[in-house]
């Protein structure tokens, strides 16, 4: 089990330098706001794999604040900060 | 018994995390926005549900197997309402390529679509 | 087209429609502390009451019933929808060359209920491979952006998927006047 887990856990964090490569190349704030939403869906998968390796249930309350703060971001940004973009193309 | 589940557990977990890659992949790769969110938040549902699943073959506890099922309920809840947003600001906010749309059925309706 | 309304009738719907809300509220909040003893969920039921009462939400009109075979069917289908697409999504992810062309599609759905608008909207943009992008409610009607898209064949393969869709979602929940409503708006239209 511990090898299928850091596997998981490489496949993870391949996953988390690509989606940082778009974070920052951008290039406007809605395409930010994708990669950041996919970030913390691996941030959460990852929390769940340490959950999982070390058969503990400690972090499982930060996995659903994740889930629930990740939506209120996105929502708020698509509110009222793309129109900062409106010049930009994407 | 004990050896099925550890084995369901360990292929739902190496699925969940292909798909999160593959996501990754498709959110660097895709040309414009809108297929970027494709194929970010989709893989990335069935990816995220996966991982919960072999987190909970794994601990296989009802206190934790129920706050997985919170994760996972409002995971499937909030995906499409903030992928709706983004989407919808980005089409309002001309964030998107024609250049890469085969037909384009809503630009010429926008001025009249409702606001509510 | 829904059922009527009358202004008389709302508050009535709304106290009715708060119970359904109220137990959700209560699991949740069971869910939320993993603790399911009688003096959490009552703590849970105040919550969810004070939540009700300072933050009443409109009416959502649900005058259908629940069909077990077609709620199966909705869900069973929209499992399979989620794995293949997502599959679909994958490969397109990772071919080498061209990155996939896709459409924005005008899609008139035939029931004129907002639940089962948002309904399908919601199952519809879960799916890989479509996404909801505006919403006209006035007549149900959707926009959606599909990726993978490469002719006028495609284009009507989707419109056609994402009434089916729909045509599930009225299955498992609608009631029998909505559904022969259903049924009408089908032979109206010839797709």
């Given amino acids: ?90 | 018994m004990t050896t099925v589940v550890e084995i369901a557990s360990a292929v739902c977990l190496i699925a969940g995390s292909s798909l999160s890659l593959i996501a990754a992949i498709g959110l660097l790769r895709f040309p414009d926005l809108l297929s970027r969110m494709h194929a970010g938040t989709k893989p990335q549902v069935l990816g995220l549900l996966l991982i919960l699943v072999g987190v909970g073959l794994r601990l296989r506890d009802w206190t934790d197997l129920g706050m997985l099922l919170a994760v996972a309920m409002f995971q499937l809840l909030t995906a499409p309402v903030s992928a709706h947003m983004i989407g919808r600001a980005a089409y309002r906010h001309d964030a998107v390529r024609a250049d890469t749309l085969v037909v384009d059925e809503l630009t010429p309706t926008l001025d009249d679509v409702g606001k509510g | ?191």
């Fill in chain 1, 1 to 90: 089990m511990t090898v299928v887990i850091w596997v998981c856990a490489t496949l993870l964090a391949v996953a988390a330098v690509l989606v940082v490569v778009r974070l920052t190349t951008g290039p406007t704030m809605l395409n930010r706001m994708v990669a950041m939403d996919v970030l913390i869906a691996i941030v959460v998968a990852g929390l769940g794999l340490e959950a999982a390796l070390n058969q503990h249930a400690t972090t499982l309350p930060i996995l659903v604040v994740l889930s629930l703060v990740g939506f209120v971001g996105s929502v708020s940004v698509a509110r009222f900060a793309a129109r900062d973009d409106k010049g930009e193309r994407a």
């Fill in chain 3, 1 to 191: 087209m829904s059922s009527p309304e009358t202004p008389g009738a709302v508050p009535k719907r709304r106290r009715r429609l708060q119970w359904p809300i109220l137990v959700w509220l209560t699991v949740v909040w069971a869910l939320l502390w993993g603790d399911f003893s009688v003096a959490n969920i009552a703590a849970g039921l105040v919550v969810a009451l004070v939540v009700v009462v300072v933050f009443p939400l409109p009416p959502i009109v649900f005058g259908g019933k629940v069909r077990p075979v077609g709620l199966l069917r909705l869900i069973g289908r929209f499992v399979v929808d989620l794995i293949v697409a997502s599959g679909q999504v994958a490969r397109q992810a990772l071919s080498i060359g061209r990155p996939p062309m896709s459409a924005v599609i005008q899609v008139d759905l035939r029931s004129r209920s907002d639940l089962y608008l948002t309904l399908t909207a919601e199952l519809l943009s879960l799916v890989p491979g479509s996404l909801v992008v505006e919403v006209r409610r006035s007549t149900s009607t959707l926009f959606l952006h599909v990726l993978g898209v490469h002719d006028e064949a495609d284009v009507e393969r989707a419109r056609r998927d994402a009434l089916v869709q729909e045509e599930r979602v009225v299955r498992a929940l609608a009631s029998d006047e909505e559904l022969a409503a259903y049924r009408r708006a089908r032979e109206g239209d010839p797709r």
